[in-house]
């Protein structure tokens, strides 16, 4: 009675699961209505992933993969989450992020652009070793829409969340196409998210302190 | 003792017919519980049917025969219905050919368009306004449907609600494919909305301009009354049939024609059906009723699910 | 001569956290001699083939070696001006804490745009490009005004989300290798070169077009560039001149290893037609901008993506008298847009404002940075005899030799337009008369010499470049794939 042409293992399908929380909590980001909750979301996006490398790490034998999850795990669901929501802790004010478009309008944009990152990535001749290769079309459709979260929010905490979002998901497309990358390569990569992170939050202290607000509506002064 | 597949199509019938006041008045009892009352009977729906059956029925001056046909037809289309979908047995029944899940849905809102249209008749601003809203939502809930019913006719290569029940039963791999599992809950939040429960409405509230559903029989009284009552129960438990004998547990159901397979499915049935409807009657409680604009942002949601079920197969990875 | 490779790296890194703790004047001369140091070591690696060191981590070839050039040449002419810049500022109060960070800051901006032309591999330079962006934010930022925490903010957030797009064109190209040498190597150029050709082309094409728009992004090529005229214009100048000669530069050298890759794997049709897209976008739309800006060093900021639009199309011209062309444009849009910069801060300086409607009788006023400064304009227009004509003459040369005709032609064009306004503009302010109660005088002698310098390097580029550099320029083209 069973007339399904191709069933995924049960590894390939958590493995796409996982992928896809990543992608949803991506997209519950874009439409969050508290700038809190989208930090929290980060943090839960950045488990998900260090979760996807575990999984990774565990069944193909990687150990050093073991090493990058733990860093991941400590820099992207700890730190990072932590030292914005300090940042937004002494900010007080605007917890409110602030929408350009409706939420509907918004999301069905999301899909829309995720639908063409999917494909486009589909058709390409890539066949993971370690991950199950949808995993990259779903990377795709992550980095994609983290460009909408940064274009269609105007406040400097959603765009910084989207920024580390998106490098979220270029992680999940190095899990699937490039697990085995070197320990040390890995180590700078994660590095430099550190220093990224610091300087992302130096600014937006910058921004804040000046202008009293988190929202970057004011950033009009300078075109041409 | 063997049945014959046409008896046991009409116990499925019976079973429905029967059945979906009981489970309406758990579900309003467990409710009350939850929230520190004593709750209702859990019987006290059969009471409420006998006393308005009794009653007569007042119709409004303006009111066509429409105003009377709506309900009956609406009825009638709810008892159709559990003759395409798997409610006691695992196989296919020979009537359950006759239309896919499509065709259940489109009979479902056939009986929604009736009662809209009866409640239009009224000419009562507040029915009016139920039946827009009813329309309007249903029509924005449809994409997430038909991308579920898409995905199903991926995953199974047919539409027939058997067939996705025999792949969820067939192996684990079935169940944790991320396609099911999106779909699954794009239709969760798709019978969430249509059985009218926060957070798309609240279901018991009395204040008229949050109603969707309840809103469209405000003007009906006496057997019209019970009729609707009685169908929207049972287009409750219909819903609930898909949901958990198609998508999340279609275990317990008769493999054999015996009476004895038969009759035990239909107690695993209720139990089932009460278990779901325990789960809503916590959602109804921990969650407020949206806003009616932001009712857009669920229904968004819905369809995401559903379009990312339907690209992860298209991808091969579901 | 791999102690080289070493001190280059260390030198600047050191200079830095000096001049972080020590008192101004040191920090302000031990910047000068790292400056000057790192450029003398530069020089000294013009003629030698591949240096290498950390067991090939860090390698430098004949392309390299041409950004590096670029990039110490500029660290130690702008280590010149800054010394005049900070001594000429008016504000006394914040002055040391100000100064401090503007140094320590822009060593560390030098060191890490060496440290991309140095280390080997793809991963490491997305590594270095990825420093520069958040060391160059911070610079940005330093000033302190609205304008200046806006404009940081946009390049770091706009930057920051080019980078990863280029990690991106990484792990893709990464993958592209695992199907030739398995997993777990690492991206050295010669080892993705030496298995370029078996790598799989379509993969290798979405890897291209991901390393030009995330890099591409941070070269200021249109319509990526938004962040670039934000920036250049709020920065201090030192940095101004660094970001714009340096920084587009070294990105450009990213775009180039992806260049030399994708070329084997896909044959040199595909990458030079998305090079071609960008930079005829780039240079039309910094032709149409360039003629209707008020402030000066936004004028010269919509001059680079001019030059970066140049190059690009330099680029897509097959022949090797092209790529020579865009090598040595490279070399020469340093010093003059530095010149260029530091002429502009002298200016800002003298009149108090970046406004070009406020400036009248630059010459007059200003009697040597001002005649400088127009000339370092004409060079930036690609009049002879300065290094930007003959790289600009080489680059039409080799479109025409190799029959793009058509495009030379837009290309002839384009920077005329382009010319014109920055001209025009520069001709208003410097060459009109004073106000009347305007003073005679230079702001810093230290300004002048730093302009001086630059003027130099034009012109020793333009009427006869040395003939161990002209090799240079022959090997790191032939990396390029021309001489296949």
Known sequence: ?224 | MKLAPAEIQALQDLTIVVFAPLVSGGIAHIEGRLQGRRGPRILQPYYDLVKFFAKETLVPEDASWVFLAGPVLAFSCYLIVPLLIPVLTNYPLPLGYIGDILAGGFILALAGFAVALAAVETGSPYAQLGSSRAMTFGALIEPSILFVTFTVALITTTDLPYFEAAAVRSSMSQIVRPAHILAVIAFFLVVLNDTGRIPVESHTSTIEFGMIDEARTLEHSGPAFALLRWGSAMKQLILYVILINVFIAPWGLAGSRSLGAVLIAIPIFITKAFGVGFLFAIIDNSFSKLRLFKITEYMAVAFLLAVLALLVLFLGGG | ?484
């Open chain 1, 1 to 224: 009675m069973l007339a399904s042409t191709h069933v995924p293992s049960v590894f390939t399908g958590s493995a796409d699961a996982v992928a896809l929380v990543v992608l949803l909590s991506e997209f519950a980001m874009l439409r969050a209505p508290l700038l809190r909750s989208q930090i929290r979301l980060y943090s839960f996006q950045s488990f998900a992933v260090t979760g996807l490398a575990v999984i990774v790490a565990a069944t193909r034998n990687l150990n050093e993969l073991f090493i990058i999850a733990g860093f991941s795990f400590v820099l992207k669901v700890v730190l990072v989450p932590g030292i914005i929501m300090r940042l937004l802790r002494d900010s007080r004010v605007d917890l409110v992020g602030s929408h350009r478009l409706g939420v509907a309008s918004m999301v069905l944009l999301a899909i829309v652009i995720s639908v063409f990152g999917i494909f486009v990535v589909g058709s390409l001749p890539i066949h993971s070793q370690s991950l199950p290769t949808p995993a990259l079309g779903l990377a795709m459709a992550i980095i994609l829409v983290s460009f909408l979260l940064v274009i269609l929010r105007s406040d400097v905490v959603s765009q910084a969340v989207g920024f580390f979002s998106l490098e979220n998901g270029v992680s999940v497309a190095s899990l699937v196409v490039a697990a085995g990358l070197p320990l040390i390569v890995e180590v700078a990569f994660l590095f430099d998210l550190l220093v990224a992170v610091v300087v992302f939050g130096v600014l937006m202290r910058v921004h804040h302190n000046r202008t009293k607000t988190l929202s970057t509506s004011v950033l009009d002064r300078l075109r041409g």
């Open chain 3, 1 to 484: 001569m791999s102690w080289v490779l070493i001190v280059i790296l260390i030198v600047p890194l050191l200079t830095s956290l000096v001049c972080w703790w020590a008192p101004a004047l040191i920090g302000q001369y031990l910047t000068l001699i790292s400056g000057v140091a790192t450029f003398a070591l530069a020089l000294a690696l013009i003629p030698t083939k591949t240096v290498s060191a950390f067991s090939g981590w860090l390698q430098v070839d004949a392309l390299s070696i041409v950004f590096l050039v670029t990039v110490a040449f500029l660290y130690g002419a702008t280590s010149v001006f800054a010394i005049g810049y900070v001594r000429s500022s008016g504000n006394k109060a914040s002055e040391g804490n100000y100064n401090r960070r503007l140094f320590a800051g822009i060593n560390l901006f030098a060191w890490s745009m060496a440290l991309a032309t140095i280390v080997n591999g793809l991963a490491l330079l997305w590594v270095a490009i990825e420093i520069t962006t958040v060391v160059s934010a911070l610079l940005v930022a330093i000033e302190g005004t609205d304008g200046a925490s806006e404009a940081a903010w946009k390049y770091v957030l706009i930057a920051s989300i080019g980078l990863g797009i280029a990690l991106f064109g990484t792990i893709i190209m990464y993958y592209a290798g695992s199907t030739v040498f398995g997993s777990g190597y690492e991206l050295f150029y010669s080892k993705l070169l030496s298995g370029a050709s078996h790598f799989p082309p379509q993969v290798m094409r979405l890897a291209f077009v991901l390393a030009v728009l995330g890099y591409g992004t941070k070269m200021g090529l249109a319509p990526l560039h938004t962040w670039l005229p934000d920036a250049h214009s709020e920065a201090p100048t030192p940095v101004s001149a660094l970001l714009s000669g340096a920084l587009l530069a070294v990105s450009f050298y990213a775009i180039l290893r992806f260049y030399q890759v994708t070329e084997r794997a896909v044959g040199p049709t595909f990458p030079r037609d998305i090079l071609l897209a960008f930079g005829l976008a780039s240079l039309g739309l910094a032709a149409l901008f360039l003629s209707s800006q008020e402030d000066l060093k936004r004028m010269f900021a919509y001059s680079s993506v001019e030059h970066m639009g140049i190059l690009a199309i330099g680029m897509s011209f097959s022949a090797k008298i092209a790529i020579i062309g865009v090598l040595l444009h490279v070399l020469a849009h340093a010093p003059a847009k530095a010149t260029a910069f530091f002429g502009a801060g002298s200016a800002v300086r003298k009149f108090g404002s970046k406004d070009m409607t406020k400036m009248r009788g630059g010459i007059s006023l200003l009697p040597w940075s001002g005649t400088m400064l127009v000339l370092a304009v004409l060079a930036l227009c690609a009049m002879p005899p300065f290094g930007i004509f003959r790289s600009e003459f080489l680059i039409v040369s080799g479109g025409l030799s190799n029959s793009r005709d058509f495009i030379a032609g837009v290309l002839i064009v384009a920077v005329s337009i382009a010319s014109l306004g920055l001209t025009w503009f520069t001709s208003q302010t410097m060459i009109t008369a004073p106000s009347a109660d305007s003073v005679r005088g230079e702001i810093s002698g230290w300004i002048v010499a730093s302009m001086l310098i630059g003027l130099a390097a034009l012109v020793v580029l333009g009427i006869h470049p040395p003939g161990q550099l002209s090799d240079l320029l022959g090997r790191a083209a032939n990396e390029l794939g021309v001489g296949r």
